[in-house]
């Protein structure tokens, strides 16, 4: 083992979330490698849909998601590139009266917890989205929206980590990690392994299989989501859509070209692969809602379409914090809408490693342990 292998903290998956831990770690003067089996933020950090939302966060992540907000507006200053973020209204629609009930009962937990929602009529919401169906009854308005490129983001972190001296390991499965005298052994599937003082698991989905190394069960449901993307077209709308349900989300890049979603179900599971699963119905369910509140996009036509996986808990709040009864371990993701998230998570994680006040509370995994004990 050379001195060259031995690291302060190996941080095991290169989405958003390991990245935004390694980041502050090393800027902190810590000795950082970040391991991806793949290229950095290229499973669902780099494939999701790029929503910068509060209307589709939890209530209890609002605070978390303001202040990412803010991050992802300004990545030029703390990363040194753009990942193409703009603030937009965001929408999200109510269509009949059981969505207003929804919609009102959402609006106001997020409000509560710090989401600038209002409620508008449709008339008013046409004002500020023309194109938006006639047939809207109320609408949660919250200036606090927008986008990002979720493509740009590996792009970004890449020359902020490797400016921040990470050492970055691409293409490097980690199979098991071992306590050994004075730190962790990673073990890799070809190649030496990492020896780190302590390790962080930011493996997505993966989270289960990771976690397992240490013995500790911590089931992980994987969402299997599918995303579509129109041609380029003239500008039909300005503002980030979505409806109550939850079930749609639309925006137009500058490009022209719109991205439809709204968590429609691929099919398969966490070792299946992406992009194998695809269930083509769901697509075609996903773009007649989004026809139907964007009538414009009835003269859409789309290019392309994929799927990404994304990591849910029992209670769909994140795992964040240390793992339980070992020492220098600690694990983050599950965190829902945790692409907005995503930047202020991995800070506040790194905080607690490197023992500095913490701004907002962790979400520490052993409620999810105790939970499974109890089934
Ligand atoms: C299609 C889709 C659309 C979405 N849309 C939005 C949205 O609009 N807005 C929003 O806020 N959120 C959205 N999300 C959620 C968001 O993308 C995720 O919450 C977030 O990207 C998760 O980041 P992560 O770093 O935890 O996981 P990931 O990005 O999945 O990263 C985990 C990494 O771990 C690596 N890994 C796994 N096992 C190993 C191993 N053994 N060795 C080494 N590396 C390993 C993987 O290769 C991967 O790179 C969406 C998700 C999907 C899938």
Known sequence: MTNADRFDCAVIGAGVMGASVALPLARAGMRVALVDRGPICREASGVNAGTLT?????????????????????????????????????????????????????????????????????????????????????????????????????????????????????????????????????????????????????????????????????????????????????????????????????????NGTVLIGGGWQGRGGRHDGRGDAFVPEALIGNIRLAAFVLPALRRARIVRAWLGLEAETADALPVLGPLPGVEDGWIIGSVHSGYTSGPFMGALLADAILGRPLALPLFPIDRLLAQKDAA
């Open 54 to 254: 509060m209307q589709m966060t939890r209530a209890a992540l609002i605070p978390y998601a303001l202040k990412a907000w803010e991050l992802w507006m300004d990545t030029p200053r703390w990363l040194g590139l753009s990942v193409g973020a703009e603030q937009r209204d965001g929408l999200s629609v109510a269509f009949t009266e059981a969505e207003v009930a929804i919609l009102e009962a959402r609006a106001a937990a997020r409000r509560a917890a710090g989401a600038p929602i209002t409620l508008v009529d449709g008339a008013r919401a046409r004002e500020i989205e023309p194109g938006l169906s006639e047939r809207a009854l109320r609408v949660g308005h919250c200036p606090v929206d927008g986008f990002a490129s979720a493509y740009l983001t590996g792009r970004a972190f890449r020359v902020a980590l490797e400016g921040a001296g990470v050492a970055l390991r691409e293409g490097v499965a980690v199979t098991g990690v071992e306590r050994v005298r004075g730190g962790w052994q990673v073990r890799v599937a070809d190649g030496e392994p990492l020896m780190a003082t302590r390790v962080v698991l930011a493996g997505g989905v993966w989270l289960e299989d990771m976690a397992g190394w240490f013995g500790i069960r911590l089931p992980i449901k994987v969402l299997i989501n599918q995303l579509a993307v129109t041609e380029r077209m003239p500008p039909v709308m300005q503002s980030v859509l979505g409806i109550a349900s939850g079930l749609l989300s639309l925006k137009q890049y500058p």
